[in-house]
């Protein structure tokens, strides 16, 4: 059985060292400023913002360039591997659609584009999945059936502290229904089927906060819990805290986050994932 | 007052009824400010005179269109019509009076007073099986014994007017009553205003059928005042937050004949959310009880039982709160064969503001009423079905708009639920938890919950002067209203204001949402806010254009 080379974009932020213990091929997404652009992942959020501040117009994102996935596609065949593709939601990013062209230009018999139909951290807990699987030995086939499985198992749900950069960027699917909303409200948000998608419209951000810890799975086997922000360390820090004491046993990983997801959820986020294994 | 007259007429026509509505619309004019004045608290309230007026309003124009000659289809007419056109908690009981009217004098072209007294008895039935949870002291009760007064004295061979004063004098015994009846009346030493209404409508009738209407009429409301309906609604909502009766159980009796009467009796004592409709002897029953199998066993006894349904409300309750974040999603998809799945929701706001407000935050429909200003039943019914849902939610966001919003609950065919938020703030928080691709029922939960756990504070004025905590409140002081209760007083509005905020506030609280009255000007609001905003720099506050009257500010703090 050939080996498998797992490979994906900045969006899942995954951890230096896991890309290098698991030999991940990672393909940085493009953010463009007016005056140039940056590669997703190389530039520190804080930087990042300060450089957003200073430009007139938010930055846009864009996915790689095709050539740069047909490069990598037919060098890993190349070299005899096969090779699984995971990738941001395609509602939210063309990534998908550029890598599906590349791996049918190079050789789709050997080629699997897994739709993560999520962003950052459970975007990530697949992509790793993938990478054990392909360690351990296993073949394409069945390293994309435990991809899926975690993508069902997995949930997702974020606070932006504004509506205003989803919107900006286009990002704001089921969300849309809440930018006229008069009252101040603290939306909980989630990404289902590739989607943002609204949970709850909830006034304050402690009742948020309470809502998403709300939505942890309640059986399971074992549960694997990841948080993020977007330079809101210290609400994301009580986040941390309070599913530490709801759930003690969950193993709890935090995430980190860079520009291209960033610009899309906006300064003051925060983010849970939630992953029940049955 | 006078006392027996020259002999009446041994039958009632259909044109003695006319002239009767006719004479009780003019006494209500004159005297609906007298019922009005009448507040159990020095606070704008139900309006009950202006309700009951208005409810008769509707019936006189029948009456006037009228041509025909039958007693029991003119009736019927105006039954129908008091039905669609009641305002008001009182305007939908009396209506409720006038359907049992018309129930007794079915099929009749006259009525012999015998016939017109079994036909008041039919209206206190119809009256009390109206409300869900029947207080004693209020109109029903001067209904009853008006009823009562009535049958006494057509069993002793009285005519039509003899009849009516019995009938009178009866309920005014009663009304003298009432004050010690709800601890409320007696706080504030008044009558019950419904009941007055009640009684001045009944002297408009016997007055005009004597061709009598001058100025023989003393108005009692000088020396009764009141009005019912907080007293009312405070039970109701009780209930309506009561989660220990979690079945939900429906199904139908066939072959209880006319027993149903009976039958509601002992199964208002098992349970709560009682609806009990008896259709030519086939019963439906719907109850929310802690014993389902204490219901059917009591239903049983009364016929064979087909369609029973028992839904267990906790567990729907649980699974909203627990089923999340399963593979298979926490949530079903939106349905996308049509509209038909989906649920509408009709607001009741008073004020351009709110009406914008709850527009945006996702209401369908928005039917101004509210605080002494009750819609009309059929306004919200015609939103009702406006919308183009089979289900339907409606926010009544005051406790004297409930029995409107019941009524159209009664009337609308499509399937309506009447949702436990009796203030704007319990309204913006039930509307907010609303989920379009949840069922009704998980709905219905949710919203009431979320508007269980909002904070309404109302400043407002004292319409007469009052006494609370022996402090004298004075007329038009303003009123600070925390959850109903006056907690602060005073001649400074934003003082009133200030002070409210900060008895409503608590430790966990984060914000604050001022929502600026039709009469408030914006400079005193924007100062309130910066004040609230100084004394707690950590609390959010935000100030909205709410544009309702008689309300300076209508304050949520969560």
Known sequence: ?278 | MKTQTDAGPVFLTAEDFKKMIGGACRLLEKEKETINAINVFPVPDGDTGTNLRATLKEVEEVCFGYKGDSLGELSGLVASRALLGARGNSGVIFSQLLRGIARGLQGKKNASARELSKALWYSVVFAYRAVSNPVEGTILSVGREAARGASKAARGGADIHGLLEEAISSGKEMLALTTDMIPALKEAGVVDAGGMGLIIFMEGCLYSLRNDVGDFWEPVGRDFETGHEPFLARQKQAACFNLENIYCSELVIKGAGGRDKELRRILEQQGESLLLVNQGGIIKVHIHTGEPGRVISTCLQYGTLHDLKIENMQEQHSHLSTSAGKQEGWQPLPPKNGQANKTGIIVIAPGDGLKKIFLSLGADEVVPGGQSMNPRVEDVLEATLKVPYRQVIILPNNKNVQPVARQVQELCEKEVTVLGAFTVPQGLAALLAFKPTAQMTDNKIAMERAAGGVKTGEVTFATRSATVADTVIKQGDYLGLFDGNICSWGKDLNGVAFDLAQKMRGEDDEIITLLQGRDTPYEDAASLMSLIKEAFPLLEVELKQGGQPLYYYIISVE
């Open chain 1, 1 to 278: 059985m050939p080996d498998v080379a797992v490979v994906t974009d900045t969006t899942a932020y995954l951890p230096e060292e896991k890309v290098h213990q698991y030999g991940i091929t990672v393909i940085p997404i493009i953010v463009n400023f007016e005056d140039g652009f940056i590669y997703d992942g190389m530039v520190n959020l804080r930087e990042f913002f300060d450089r957003v501040e200073r430009s007139e117009r938010l930055p846009v994102t864009s996915q790689p360039p095709l050539g740069q996935f047909i490069q990598i596609y037919e060098k890993l065949v190349g070299d005899g591997k096969e090779v699984v593709s995971i990738h941001i939601s395609s509602e939210l990013s063309g990534t998908v659609e550029s890598a599906r062209t590349a791996a049918k230009m190079v050789d789709e018999s050997k080629i699997t584009v897994v739709d993560s139909l999520q962003i950052l951290g459970p975007m990530g807990y697949q992509v790793l999945e993938a990478a054990e699987g392909a360690l351990a030995g296993l073949g394409r086939r069945e390293i994309v059936e435990r991809v899926e499985k975690v993508r069902r198992e997995i949930s997702f749900y974020f606070l932006p502290a504004t509506l205003d950069y989803l919107k900006k960027g286009g990002r704001i699917g089921g969300a849309e229904a809440l930018l006229g909303t008069l009252l101040q409200i603290r939306p909980v948000l989630c990404i289902k089927d590739g989607r943002v998608e609204v949970v709850d419209k909830i006034r304050t951000w402690k009742k948020a906060v309470d809502r998403i810890l709300q939505e942890m799975p309640r059986q399971y086997g074992a549960l694997r819990v990841g948080v993020g922000h977007c330079l809101a360390p210290d609400a994301m820090e009580q986040v941390r805290q309070a599913i530490l004491r709801e759930a003690p046993e969950a193993v709890l990983d935090v995430w980190t986050l860079g520009p291209a997801i960033g610009i899309h959820i906006g300064p003051g986020a925060i983010g849970v994932a939630y992953w029940p294994k049955y």
